[in-house]
C-alpha cells in the first residue's frame, strides 16, 4: 500500500529556534495535511496543500506540497514550549467513496524553555 | 457541538474477550472512519463508511467488524481480541472525502489485551 517516510523521528530543541520537518511518498497525492497530536488526543489539522507547488502560512507554521506530488515539507519558527507534541503528515487522495488519509510515522517535537 | 466522541477512553481486555467501541458525530458527517495508532507510527485506517448502510474495508480490517445503520453511529465490534489489538483507535468523520478543513477526530480509546 502507499506509504509516507517522515523525518527526522523526532527532535530536541530549544525554545526560540526553527524546526523543519519532511514527508516523501512513494506516490502521488491530490491534497497534503500536517497535523498535530497532543498527548491523549485526536490528530488536529494545522495546514492543508492543494496544488503542487503550494507554499502555505499559518502563523508560524510554513507548509510547502512538492511540485512532484510526492512530498512536502513543515517549518515552524521561532518554537515555543506548546510547539511540543507530534507532527503528522498525511496524504489523502478522494473521489468517488475515498476519503481515507495515509500517515507518515510523526516527528515528536521536544522544546526546552 | 461535542464533535466526535469516544467511548471508552480506556479499557482493559484479556485475550478472547470481544468488544465494542462506541462512535457517535453530532455533525451530520457523511463519512465515518475507525483508525488504529501503535506506539510511534501514524494512523492506519481500518474500516470506513460513506454513509448508513455503507461500509468499506480499509488498511487493516482483520479481527474488526463495524456498521452503521444511522447518519450519526459507527461501533467498532472487536470479536476476539488478540494483544496485537493492542492500540490507540481513534473515529473520525467528515462531511465528505474532500473535506479536509472538518475532518474531525475523537479523543481516542486506549486498548490493552492481555
Known amino acids: 500500500g502507499q506509504q509516507l517516510n517522515q523525518s527526522p523521528q523526532s527532535m530536541f530543541i530549544q525554545e526560540g529556534e526553527d524546526v523543519s520537518m519532511n514527508c516523501t511518498s512513494s506516490?502521488?497525492?491530490?491534497?497534503w495535511l500536517w497535523y498535530k497530536q497532543d498527548p491523549g488526543e485526536g490528530p488536529v489539522l494545522l495546514i492543508a496543500l492543494y496544488k503542487a507547488g503550494e507554499l502555505t502560512s499559518n502563523g508560524r507554521l510554513t507548509a510547502q506540497f512538492g511540485i512532484t506530488r510526492k512530498d512536502s515539507f513543515l517549518n515552524i519558527s521561532a518554537s515555543i514550549p506548546s510547539d511540543v507534541g507530534i507532527y503528522f503528515c498525511?496524504?489523502?487522495?478522494?473521489?468517488?467513496?475515498?476519503?481515507?488519509?495515509?500517515f507518515g510515522k510523526g516527528t515528536k517535537l521536544s522544546v526546552k524553555p | 457541538n461535542a464533535g466526535v466522541t469516544q467511548t471508552p477512553k480506556f479499557r482493559i481486555l484479556k485475550i478472547g474477550q470481544s468488544m465494542t467501541l462506541q462512535c457517535t458525530q453530532d455533525?451530520?458527517?457523511?463519512?465515518m472512519y475507525w483508525y488504529r495508532q501503535d506506539p510511534g507510527m501514524g494512523l492506519k485506517l481500518i474500516y470506513y463508511?460513506?454513509?448508513?448502510?455503507?461500509?468499506d474495508k480499509g488498511e487493516v480490517p482483520n479481527g474488526y467488524n463495524v456498521s452503521r445503520s444511522t447518519t450519526e453511529d459507527f461501533p467498532l465490534r472487536l470479536e476476539l481480541a488478540a494483544p496485537s489489538q493492542t492500540s490507540v483507535y481513534f473515529c473520525a468523520s467528515s462531511y465528505s472525502g474532500g473535506d479536509v478543513y472538518g475532518y474531525t477526530f475523537g479523543s481516542g480509546t486506549r486498548l490493552t489485551v492481555v
Open positions: 463508511s460513506v454513509g448508513a448502510g455503507i461500509t
Open positions: 498525511a496524504g489523502l487522495n478522494y473521489g468517488g467513496s475515498q476519503g481515507n488519509l495515509i
Open positions: 455533525m451530520n458527517h457523511n463519512y
Open positions: 506516490s502521488i497525492f491530490n491534497t
